[in-house]
Nanobody
Framework: VQLQASGGGLVQAGGSLRLSCATS????????MGWFRQAPRKEREFVAA????????AYADSVKGRFTISRDNAKNTVYLQMNSLKPEDTAVYYC???????????????WGQGTLVTVSS
């Protein structure tokens, strides 16, 4: 599975962005997908995850109510809609694929290259 994240950019606080993660390979519809982020001088942290069918999702407390993860298996793509962005959301965002939904980075076998989100105050 190869992952390509896109959609990052510069946005003002309170604004919105939608990240996309396009995948290759026939197994996309059978894997769980997650988004992680890493801010400068901080460790990578879990943001959101979705199971293979889209029927189950999980979010970090810091983004709950503001971010929404979704997927389109016909397009082999997972999305992260980010609303009410805050300066502390500034980070490189990574998409990843795993066999099951989880918050631990270690369970994700495949990672995209990351896309930078910068939120100005």
């Amino acid at each position: 599975v190869q992952l390509q994240a896109s959609g990052g950019g510069l946005v003002q606080a309170g604004g919105s962005l939608r990240l996309s993660c396009a995948t290759s390979g026939r197994t996309f519809s059978s894997v769980a997908m997650g988004w992680f982020r890493q801010a400068p001088r901080k460790e990578r942290e879990f943001v959101a995850a979705i199971n293979w069918s889209g029927s189950s999702t999980a979010y970090a407390d810091s983004v709950k109510g503001r971010f929404t993860i979704s997927r389109d298996n016909a397009k082999n793509t997972v999305y992260l809609q980010m609303n009410s962005l805050k300066p502390e959301d500034t980070a490189v965002y990574y998409c990843a694929a795993a066999r099951g939904v989880g918050v631990a980075a270690r369970i994700y076998d495949y990672w995209g290259q990351g896309t930078l989100v910068t939120v100005s105050s």
